[in-house]
């Protein structure tokens, strides 16, 4: 019996090495093997192959055969010999580069793309995702090696949506020491300097990976929108693309002087890979994801609340001009948990065109009412397994997806012209989008892309035979972002509900094309029973958006009353200081026997007849002596001359200048946070230098050293956008 056993392991056996030695030959027979198909041809047959036609005039490799005797092994003994030494000696395939990012606006996002499409173009395998889809806790040595992250802050420095969970965990005190120790790592920080808070989530993120035992292969980078980004990012990326080689294939570099590629052949973005693939299912597997009953705090862009509109009504008196359509909205808190304070924002998640829509499924040939599931597609030693796609909730259809969870209608990155431009069939179009997408095209791409406010369903439409497939669409379109309001209302005047102001968006583009804003287009229509004061009756159900509080962190009211408050907000801008004032009221009303400092807000318009918002509110303030100055700039009431607030404010220097140098004043600045935020602060330089000193150079560094500190210590804090 035993020796009958071991004749049938002794058959087996020989059955399986004929087995390998038929894969390894099986080229030469003309073999149409299955095995060679699967997973064992390829690569190993191709092993094989090189074994049997090695002309080197080597001795025959020389092994032991089954007696264990020492005899030479020749012939198909010597190829399987030779093909398992290669499978043993096999060096393991690099794990793909995981490049993140946490990008609010969409840039980020677009830099971490291109990123990975040109470590991909190298040979290597990348992988970019979400810093939120990666998640902090999946982060390792031996699963992500090789990480660079691309970021930036929102809001008063705070982390962008796709990225809040993963920059919370990653501050968590309790996070093992050495966590991150074998990890090399990246980063670029991009920002603009206007904001209180510059670079506050990048500079945070950078020093807890270095805490936490990650090293970094390659200088890190912050970029100032300020300076302009694209140079700066252009150049960091030009030098990180062969130190990536480097941190991954150091056997390829070793003894080699790593240098900068020029990369002067490859002008056009490259091409992103499509990481995802879509799962068609039957209209029964399709359940649209729930809600996992969150409350208060915990409401965000993935888990908003549906607030019902309380009311809302215009604030200018002209509703008929398309360039200045003030709205002021209330939303019903009620049950919510949610607990707001002056200077906090409203997430609003807006829905795209449903016209736009249709428009986008009719050219795509797709059908709206399929619905799907989404998968990562895998490879050898990828990341760990992570959900695709976090903005679309999948299961859904194909038109909730383009409704809810894509941008349709911003203009493309280059990045997204690149993916446009691989599936034109069309010779001429194909080469329109490619030059979009150069380096030689950046000048036309600014005109007719950026500055033309062409979004992506207008590329889409000029480009007929453009066709991609809908996985590759879904991976490359941007998600649809939540719009930000400031709360322009305090809880001590109406503690469940929450007011908002925003300016009806609607403009002509350069093509004579009228183009509305997706959020405040959507908004007023959801609205429109309250503006067309028909208010919904018993029968009709309240109309719901979609919302979370973001906290406004420094941008908020001061706990005291005995320093001054100098507020500066044209236009919209106002919105949160309406709130301020309301709480101001409510603290002197508590606080009736405290000191009070001096209280000035500066607000602006064009023509206090049409757009002063919240004017009667305002002077009321002044008459109960919530607020003391209130100044007034009108920039089109006369004509060839605008008046903005800076000008305003020039005209009480000498006043300001005591407030904020000799009593410590607090300064908050709303608005817009190119021109204006700019213009506001050198003339705070030149009030604060005095008028004896506003042209010494020493004397105005001074003046923007002081300004500085303040920003510091959150007594100068801007919102803008």
Same mark, same amino acid.
């Given at each position: 019996?035993?020796?009958?056993?071991?004749?049938?392991?002794?058959?087996?056996?020989?059955?399986?090495?004929?087995?390998?030695?038929?894969?390894?030959?099986?080229?030469?027979?003309?073999?149409?093997?299955?095995?060679?198909?699967?997973?064992?041809?390829?690569?190993?047959?191709?092993?094989?192959?090189?074994?049997?036609?090695?002309?080197?005039?080597?001795?025959?490799?020389?092994?032991?055969?089954?007696?264990?005797?020492?005899?030479?092994?020749?012939?198909?003994?010597?190829?399987?010999?030779?093909?398992?030494?290669?499978?043993?000696?096999?060096?393991?395939?690099?794990?793909?580069?995981?490049?993140?990012?946490?990008?609010?606006?969409?840039?980020?996002?677009?830099?971490?793309?291109?990123?990975?499409?040109?470590?991909?173009?190298?040979?290597?395998?990348?992988?970019?995702?979400?810093?939120?889809?990666?998640?902090?806790?999946?982060?390792?040595?031996?699963?992500?090696?090789?990480?660079?992250?691309?970021?930036?802050?929102?809001?008063?420095?705070?982390?962008?949506?796709?990225?809040?969970?993963?920059?919370?965990?990653?501050?968590?005190?309790?996070?093992?020491?050495?966590?991150?120790?074998?990890?090399?790592?990246?980063?670029?920080?991009?920002?603009?300097?206007?904001?209180?808070?510059?670079?506050?989530?990048?500079?945070?993120?950078?020093?807890?990976?270095?805490?936490?035992?990650?090293?970094?292969?390659?200088?890190?980078?912050?970029?100032?929108?300020?300076?302009?980004?694209?140079?700066?990012?252009?150049?960091?990326?030009?030098?990180?693309?062969?130190?990536?080689?480097?941190?991954?294939?150091?056997?390829?570099?070793?003894?080699?002087?790593?240098?900068?590629?020029?990369?002067?052949?490859?002008?056009?973005?490259?091409?992103?890979?499509?990481?995802?693939?879509?799962?068609?299912?039957?209209?029964?597997?399709?359940?649209?994801?729930?809600?996992?009953?969150?409350?208060?705090?915990?409401?965000?862009?993935?888990?908003?609340?549906?607030?019902?509109?309380?009311?809302?009504?215009?604030?200018?008196?002209?509703?008929? /001009?398309?360039?200045?359509?003030?709205?002021?909205?209330?939303?019903?808190?009620?049950?919510?948990?949610?607990?707001?304070?002056?200077?906090?924002?409203?997430?609003?998640?807006?829905?795209?065109?449903?016209?736009?829509?249709?428009?986008?499924?009719?050219?795509?040939?797709?059908?709206?009412?399929?619905?799907?599931?989404?998968?990562?597609?895998?490879?050898?030693?990828?990341?760990?397994?992570?959900?695709?796609?976090?903005?679309?909730?999948?299961?859904?259809?194909?038109?909730?997806?383009?409704?809810?969870?894509?941008?349709?209608?911003?203009?493309?990155?280059?990045?997204?012209?690149?993916?446009?431009?691989?599936?034109?069939?069309?010779?001429?179009?194909?080469?329109?989008?490619?030059?979009?997408?150069?380096?030689?095209?950046?000048?036309?791409?600014?005109?007719?892309?950026?500055?033309?406010?062409?979004?992506?369903?207008?590329?889409?439409?000029?480009?007929?035979?453009?066709?991609?497939?809908?996985?590759?669409?879904? /991976?490359?379109?941007?998600?649809?972002?939540?719009?930000?309001?400031?709360?322009?209302?305090?809880?001590?005047?109406?503690?469940?509900?929450?007011?908002?102001?925003?300016?009806?968006?609607?403009?002509? &583009?350069?093509?004579?094309?009228?183009?509305?804003?997706?959020?405040?287009?959507?908004?007023?229509? &959801?609205?429109?029973?309250?503006?067309?004061?028909?208010?919904?009756?018993?029968?009709?159900?309240?109309?719901?958006?979609?919302?979370?509080?973001?906290?406004?962190?420094?941008?908020?009211?001061?706990?005291?009353?005995?320093?001054?408050?100098?507020?500066?907000?044209?236009?919209?801008?106002?919105?949160?200081?309406?709130?301020?004032?309301?709480?101001?009221?409510?603290?002197?009303?508590?606080?009736?026997?405290?000191?009070?400092?001096?209280?000035?807000?500066?607000?602006?318009?064009?023509?206090? &007849?049409?757009?002063?918002?919240?004017?009667?509110?305002?002077?009321?303030?002044?008459?109960?002596?919530?607020?003391?100055?209130?100044?007034?700039?009108?920039?089109?009431?006369?004509?060839?001359?605008?008046?903005?607030?800076?000008?305003?404010?020039?005209?009480?220097?000498?006043?300001?200048?005591?407030?904020?140098?000799?009593?410590?004043?607090?300064?908050?600045?709303?608005?817009?946070?190119?021109?204006?935020?700019?213009?506001?602060?050198?003339?705070?330089?030149?009030?604060?230098?005095?008028?004896?000193?506003?042209?010494?150079?020493?004397?105005?560094?001074?003046?923007?050293?002081?300004?500085?500190?303040?920003?510091?210590?959150?007594?100068?804090?801007?919102?803008?956008?």
């Amino acid at each position: 019996m035993a020796e009958s056993a071991a004749t049938e392991t002794k058959k087996r056996e020989d059955t399986e090495q004929k087995k390998e030695l038929v894969v390894a030959t099986g080229a030469e027979k003309g073999t149409d093997s299955k095995e060679q198909e699967g997973t064992i041809g390829g690569e190993e047959n191709t092993q094989a192959e090189n074994i049997k036609n090695d002309t080197s005039g080597k001795a025959p490799a020389q092994g032991t055969d089954a007696t264990g005797n020492g005899a030479p092994v020749v012939g198909g003994a010597a190829i399987l010999a030779k093909l398992r030494a290669a499978r043993k000696h096999k060096s393991p395939k690099p794990h793909p580069v995981v490049v993140l990012y946490g990008s609010q606006t969409g840039t980020a996002a677009e830099v971490a793309k291109n990123i990975s499409a040109s470590i991909e173009g190298m040979g290597l395998t990348s992988r970019v995702v979400s810093m939120n889809e990666m998640g902090f806790g999946n982060l390792s040595k031996e699963k992500t090696p090789c990480v660079i992250w691309v970021a930036s802050s929102t809001g008063d420095g705070e982390a962008p949506d796709n990225a809040t969970k993963f920059y919370n965990d990653a501050k968590k005190k309790s996070q093992a020491e050495g966590m991150l120790r074998g990890i090399q790592f990246t980063c670029l920080g991009l920002g603009d300097s206007n904001y209180t808070r510059f670079m506050h989530v990048p500079r945070v993120l950078k020093n807890k990976f270095l805490e936490l035992g990650a090293t970094t292969f390659y200088e890190p980078k912050e970029a100032d929108e300020v300076d302009g980004l694209e140079d700066i990012i252009d150049g960091w990326i030009e030098g990180l693309l062969p130190a990536v080689r480097a941190a991954v294939k150091p056997e390829e570099t070793q003894g080699a002087r790593v240098s900068p590629s020029s990369n002067k052949e490859n002008t056009y973005a490259p091409l992103p890979s499509c990481s995802i693939q879509v799962t068609w299912m039957k209209d029964g597997d399709a359940t649209q994801n729930e809600s996992k009953g969150v409350t208060g705090e915990e409401y965000s862009a993935s888990e908003p609340f549906l607030a019902p509109i309380k009311s809302a009504m215009y604030l200018t008196t002209d509703t008929s /001009d398309p360039d200045r359509r003030v709205i002021h909205m209330q939303f019903d808190l009620t049950d919510s948990g949610i607990e707001y304070s002056p200077g906090d924002s409203l997430g609003v998640l807006p829905e795209n065109d449903a016209d736009l829509v249709d428009s986008v499924l009719k050219h795509l040939g797709l059908d709206g009412t399929a619905c799907f599931s989404v998968q990562h597609v895998r490879t050898e030693n990828d990341m760990p397994e992570t959900k695709p796609c976090q903005h679309i909730k999948w299961p859904c259809s194909v038109r909730s997806a383009f409704m809810h969870g894509v941008d349709l209608t911003s203009p493309p990155k280059k990045s997204l012209l690149r993916v446009l431009a691989e599936y034109c069939s069309d010779a001429k179009e194909k080469e329109e989008l490619m030059h979009l997408c150069s380096r030689d095209g950046r000048k036309d791409y600014m005109e007719q892309i950026v500055k033309s406010h062409c979004g992506f369903c207008d590329v889409l439409m000029q480009h007929a035979s453009c066709r991609p497939p809908f996985e590759v669409l879904l /991976d490359a379109l941007p998600p649809l972002a939540p719009r930000m309001y400031s709360v322009s209302s305090s809880p001590a005047s109406s503690p469940h509900v929450a007011d908002v102001a925003f300016t009806a968006v609607e403009y002509m &583009t350069p093509q004579k094309t009228m183009r509305k804003g997706v959020a405040t287009w959507w908004l007023e229509k &959801t609205a429109e029973v309250f503006l067309s004061s028909t208010m919904p009756n018993g029968n009709e159900s309240v109309p719901r958006v979609p919302l979370f509080l973001r906290k406004g962190g420094s941008f908020s009211t001061p706990s005291t009353l005995n320093v001054p408050w100098i507020m500066i907000g044209p236009g919209t801008g106002v919105s949160p200081f309406r709130g301020f004032l309301q709480q101001r009221k409510h603290m002197l009303e508590q606080q009736q026997n405290a000191e009070k400092a001096e209280c000035w807000l500066f607000f602006g318009c064009r023509d206090m &007849t049409k757009d002063y918002l919240y004017g009667k509110e305002l002077e009321s303030f002044v008459a109960d002596g919530t607020l003391d100055q209130l100044v007034v700039a009108e920039s089109r009431k006369t004509p060839n001359t605008k008046v903005y607030v800076q000008d305003k404010m020039r005209q009480h220097a000498a006043h300001l200048h005591n407030l904020i140098v000799d009593q410590n004043a607090y300064i908050f600045i709303c608005g817009d946070g190119h021109s204006m935020a700019r213009d506001v602060h050198n003339t705070l330089v030149d009030i604060v230098c005095g008028d004896d000193a506003k042209d010494n150079v020493a004397s105005r560094k001074e003046a923007e050293s002081f300004l500085a500190a303040m920003t510091k210590d959150a007594k100068y804090i801007k919102d803008v956008w």
